[in-house]
């Protein structure tokens, strides 16, 4: 059916070229206005801050994330002049429509103010640029605005020029990699034109889908760069396998070349995407909108590679030929035509002679580098590292510095009395008091604000609203436990009516929820990642030993990933040097997309090299012969495509996100450990190890799937272990 369908690409190239270009300028054109669609909400739906939000939203006219935190500095003022600052900033606040002052205090030297909208956050983000320069009109040009809103505004054009810096250093790295493994000739382009379709579509498609969903601010970032490194390995291995088949194998007609490329490479390919495909589609058991549209967006990298592969790329090898993928002057690294006696197999064989010591020796050096992730800890978002020279973050540096970081993202309790007028009579009023003076008594909590009139209470009286801020930053352990205080603690003491119903909203419960979601989501995740990878490989491979070992070696790749990552930002390892932020904790959303990811890039290398040493095996050869061949023949491009998504992936680290850093980071050391370390050293010992074992799949297994049956061998290897 493949070889089928190459022709009938090969037969109709142009049009191929021709409707791939279309595509390619209609995702252009909607990429370009993506922007305006992408959110940084972590909301999370049904759960109890979500709740909460609906009753802001729809009584008090509030949406948290569309909020702006004013910060103005001044010395010695008198309560008239206090007064006077406080009456500019509302002014200035009442150009923003639905706007109003929800809480307004004078802290340590720092008037504080919060506005408050009915906007989403990219509705009130817009507004963010007329609201300072009212400010300034008002006399007030020493104000400082930050919160959601003006942060989201700040971030977009910093995320969109890290994209560019990190697409310029990638670009040209990746260029000199593929001179560097293909010589000099004009395939070294096919990479980059495969790639450019491949994510311009992949925007175009993103656009269109955040027409009706939430998606992410990080997604271009992610990605552009991500799509770049896979869309060229996946080219890479392609281009490398073509020009073996037309130099080396001397084959004649270079349609036959082609169909025999897809075949083998084409078909690894495939079965590489459809792996990732399922590490990223994972990501929808997840009931957080955040991650969704990270899955989506990273699912359609694969997808959209694969549909690339069997279209687009036999399109443009038909027209590159010969000439095109003959080197002109230097051959490149992987152009050696004895690869049997090249430096990975030279490497194979030295392992097949100490399988077992080259074994422990990877396996401790491995549980070294995954040692640090003991040490990990995990936060909602580092919403206060942004780069310092945005206004956001001077409002947010300035008050965390003179008051406390928790003032910027107060909990916020919401008690429904069941029926309106309850809130002003004498019973709740001492209810409420009681409840605010027991909460005050917590030692993590720095102000509770509370009182009878608005923004304390809704226009109809039923519902009252509490101001808890706490001490430290939202996504502390201790603010975690504020809020598990909170919830289960205070409200249980407090003297409120039978029926009184408490919703626990604001910044520090909503990231409460989103760990908690994101934890309990994490095991099925895993768990039918693992099944369903297991599943295709074991009628890939033709085994049902090759799966397990591929799985396990994929979880130590992911464990070294998070200790990269704990390494780097809790211990400061090499921020000197790429300019990293000092984090205790790691965003819970890149452990999971790391997960996700660094599953599926993992199992790309895993394929790639077990796939060649399948074929050799079903030509005969033997166990140890056929890791030797495997790696001989797709070791060195291998190594090029891991160190190309490695270059791809510094767009991430050298960008000023601390998420997107921390996601770099990880991914690439957990890359360059998965193609060095695991699958140079790990994978070949522990093959030679199993022996005959590697390739036993039963009978009953195969007819399952529909496959052939690889009984145990009756006579040994011909190896001699030195144990």
């Not at 601390?658 to 790990?682: E, H, K, N, S, Y």
């Amino acid at each position: 059916m493949l070889e089928r369908w190459t022709r009938g690409v090969i037969r109709f190239r142009l049009f191929v070229i021709l409707a791939w270009l279309v595509l390619i300028l209609l995702g252009l054109l909607a990429g370009s206005k993506l922007n305006e669609h992408l959110t940084t909400s972590l909301s999370v739906p049904g759960t109890e801050s979500a709740k909460a939000d609906q009753i802001l939203s729809h009584k008090f006219k509030e949406n948290i994330e569309g909020t702006f935190t004013v910060i103005v500095k001044f010395k010695n003022a008198t309560k008239t002049e206090l007064e006077t600052l406080k009456s500019k900033v509302a002014a200035a606040a009442s150009t923003i429509p639905t706007a109003k002052v929800s809480q307004q205090r004078a802290l340590g030297g720092i008037l504080f103010t919060n506005v408050s909208t009915s906007f989403t956050l990219l509705q009130s983000a817009a507004y963010t640029d007329r609201f300072r320069q009212a400010l300034t009109d008002e006399g007030l040009s020493n104000a400082l605005v930050t919160g959601p809103s003006a942060i989201n505004r700040d971030v977009t054009p910093v995320l969109a020029s890290d994209l560019k810096r990190g697409q310029a250093i990638a670009i040209l790295l990746a260029l000199l990699l593929l001179i560097l493994v293909l010589g000099i000739c004009w395939a070294v382009l096919v990479p980059f034109l495969f790639a450019g379709a491949t994510i311009s579509l992949v925007l175009g498609l993103v656009f269109l889908i955040a027409q009706k969903f939430l998606m992410v601010l990080y997604i271009p970032n992610i990605v552009e760069l991500i799509g770049l490194g896979l869309a060229i390995d996946y080219s890479l291995l392609i281009v490398h396998r073509f020009r073996r088949e037309i130099l080396d194998e001397r084959s004649t007609n270079v349609d036959d070349a082609i169909l025999k490329t897809m075949e083998t490479a084409g078909r690894t390919v495939i079965l590489s995407g459809l792996v990732v495909s399922i590490g990223l589609a994972t990501l929808f058991l997840v009931p957080i909108p955040f991650v969704r549209s990270l899955g989506a967006a990273g699912l359609l990298v694969p997808v959209i590679s694969v549909i690339a592969t069997l279209t687009l790329q036999p399109a443009m090898l038909s027209y590159l030929g010969r000439g095109g993928i003959t080197p002109r002057g230097f051959k490149g690294l992987l152009a050696r035509r004895d690869l049997m006696s090249g430096f990975f197999a030279r490497a194979s064989h030295f392992v097949i002679r100490r399988p077992k010591s080259v074994l422990i020796f990877a396996l401790s050096a491995l549980a070294i580098a995954a040692g640090s992730v003991l040490w990990l800890q995990v936060t909602p978002s580092a919403l206060t590292a942004i780069p310092g020279n945005l206004e956001s973050s001077r409002a947010i540096s300035m008050i965390t510095d003179r008051v406390g970081p928790g003032i910027i993202t107060p909990s916020q309790l919401i008690i429904d009395l069941g029926r309106p007028g309850l809130a002003t009579t004498p019973a709740i009023s001492k209810a409420r008091m009681d409840l605010a003076q027991n909460i005050l008594k917590d030692r993590e909590v720095f102000i509770v604000a509370s009182g009878q009139k608005p923004p304390y209470v809704d226009s109809t009286g039923q519902y009252l609203r509490i101001f808890v801020v706490g001490r430290h930053i939202f996504g502390a352990q201790v603010s975690q436990q504020l809020v598990e205080d909170l919830r289960n603690k205070y409200i249980g003491k407090s003297e409120f009516p039978i029926g009184t119903k408490f919703y626990l909203g604001g910044v520090p419960p909503q990231g409460k929820d989103l760990l908690k979601s994101i934890l309990a989501s994490f095991p099925p995740i895993i768990f039918l990642a693992l099944l369903l990878a297991y599943l295709i490989l074991v009628r890939a491979f033709r085994s049902i030993i090759l799966p397990l070992k591929a799985i396990v070696m994929d979880l130590i790749s992911i464990a070294v990933a998070y200790g990269s990552m704990v390494v780097a930002f809790r211990f400061k390892v090499g921020s000197a040097i790429f300019g990293t932020y000092q984090l205790d904790q790691i965003e819970a959303w890149v452990l999971i997309f790391l997960f996700a990811v660094l599953f599926g890039l993992s199992m790309d290398y895993e394929v790639f090299i077990v796939s060649r040493m399948r074929e050799a095996k079903d030509r005969g050869a033997t166990n140890a012969e056929a890791i030797t061949e495997g790696l001989a023949h797709t070791g060195g491009v291998v190594t090029a495509a891991a160190i190309i998504l490695i270059s791809a992936l510094t767009g991430l680290v050298i960008g000023h996100i601390p998420g997107l850093q921390q996601l770099g980071i990880g991914l690439a050391c957990g890359v360059f450990i998965d193609a060095t370390v695991i699958r140079g050293l790990l994978l070949p010992s522990a093959m030679i190890l199993l022996g005959r074992w590697n390739w036993w799949l039963p009978a009953w297994v195969a007819k399952l799937a529909k496959t052939k049956a690889s009984p145990l061998e009756e006579r040994g290897e011909a190896v001699v272990l030195e144990l």
